[in-house]
């Protein structure tokens, strides 16, 4: 059992109201000096068996073809830390 | 003609939709998402609504339902379809439209009686109204800001693809003040005001949007 992490975000041309309004808010509660908050999307998969690049590409293809929207966002997929059955970090 | 409208887990304006078919002199045909089956309908509308609870994306999860493998298959052959508010978001997740949906610039809810022009009267759901008309009809969405790269953007437009333009107030953000788009072959529309809420003098702003459903009838061109 593996976990693959896929992270997804906006792409950096598309306004993002919801980062805008977390944003908003940090001066009001005394937070200054952050310029810019974007807001995404992080899914953690609980792969099955080995992980060989086979299952990494069905993984980024998973990504690509249903967890993202290729028009308005970019991914990134990586090895999360830790198992899936609560082993390790 | 028998027009189908899909309804999805979480579909709000399927009846609407289905009274506005028939008021327009269509017959209604209830089409369920999970069906894989079009029941031998002419047209198709994708109604509005939080399908699937807009998880993940709007229109994301929608898009996979058995019935949107047949929607796409008929509208690839040329079946008029219409996209409202959530349907608009269904098809451009499907590929049938360009560009996307996202989040109201504002951040806002806006519900709103919204005056549009119709840019292009030579699609199979706005052939009834006259080039340019002026129409005031329901607006009602959280994530409606139209987005697309700008290529796109200047495709659609050299292509008179914009179907609809928002007059007066641009209610999200949506650029180039795009409020519905076609294809290319002008079958498949998408908008995100609610034609369908404005088909009576009962209720709503008038019956500006009756003209989407009574142009099935209207020759194209």
Redesign the interface.
């Known amino acids: 059992m593996a976990r693959v992490v896929v992270d997804v975000m ?1 792409k950096p041309e ?2 993002d ?2 980062g ?2 977390v944003q908003g808010a940090l001066p009001r509660l005394g937070f200054e000096g952050i310029s810019d908050v974007r807001q995404g999307k992080r899914f953690e998969l609980e792969v099955d068996g080995e992980l060989t690049d086979q299952r990494l590409a069905e993984v980024r293809e998973i990504a690509e073809k ?2 993202s ?1 290729p ?2 966002e970019d991914f990134t997929v990586h090895l999360g830390a830790g198992h899936a059955d609560g082993t390790g970090a | 003609m028998k027009v189908g409208v899909v309804t999805f887990p979480g579909s709000l304006d399927d009846v609407d939709a289905r009274r506005a078919v028939v008021l327009a002199g269509h017959e209604a045909v209830a089409l369920w998402h999970g069906d894989h089956d079009l029941r031998g309908v002419d047209a198709v509308i994708l109604p509005g609504g939080f399908s699937y609870g807009d998880y ?2 709007c229109g ?1 999860i929608s898009r ?1 339902s058995p019935v949107m493998t047949e929607v796409v298959a008929a509208a690839e052959r040329g079946m008029p379809v219409l996209g409202i508010c959530n349907g608009f978001q269904v098809l ?2 499907s590929h049938l439209l ?3 949906l ?6 806002k809810f806006v519900c709103r009686d919204q005056r549009l022009r119709v840019e292009n009267n030579k699609t199979a759901w706005t052939s009834s109204y006259d080039e340019g008309a002026e129409i005031t009809v329901v607006l009602k969405n959280g994530e409606g ?1 139209y ?2 790269d700008e290529a796109t953007l200047d495709l659609l437009e050299g292509e008179g693809r914009v179907v609809v333009r928002y007059l007066d107030v641009n209610p999200n ?1 949506s650029l180039r003040d795009i409020a519905g788009i076609s294809n290319e072959r002008g079958n498949v529309v998408g908008l995100m005001p609610h034609p369908e809420h404005a088909v009576e003098d009962l209720c709503g702003p008038g019956t500006d949007g009756l003209g989407f459903f009574a142009s099935l009838l209207a020759p194209v061109g």
């Open positions: 906006l598309i306004l109201p919801q805008k309004a249903l967890l929207n028009v308005i | 993940l994306r994301a996979f451009c997740e360009p560009g996307a996202i989040r109201n610039n504002h951040q800001s987005v697309a953000g």
